[in-house]
């Protein structure tokens, strides 16, 4: 129970953190996506989802004793 506890603690610590940092660049998803226009709120969603897809894989990798953040673990 303290280890699910702990997790969840973990996690919601790191997507506070994590909120604040864009890690998707506006202009980028522009360049791929050529023949639309991109609405603002785009960059915003596609943004949280790379968190939730980094903040998971963290605790994969932290889960299996590693520090080190590795493909297999997305």
């Not at 953190?17 to 785009?42: H, T």
């Amino acid at each position: 129970m303290f280890q699910v506890i702990k997790r969840f603690i973990n996690k919601n610590l790191i997507e506070s953190f994590m909120a604040d940092i864009d890690i998707i660049v506006k202009s980028k998803i522009k360049e791929a996506v050529k023949e639309l226009n991109i609405a603002a709120e785009v960059s915003e969603a596609l943004n949280k989802k790379v968190i939730d897809l980094l903040s998971d894989a963290a605790e994969r990798a932290k889960a299996n004793g590693r520090r080190t953040l590795q493909a297999r673990d997305l």
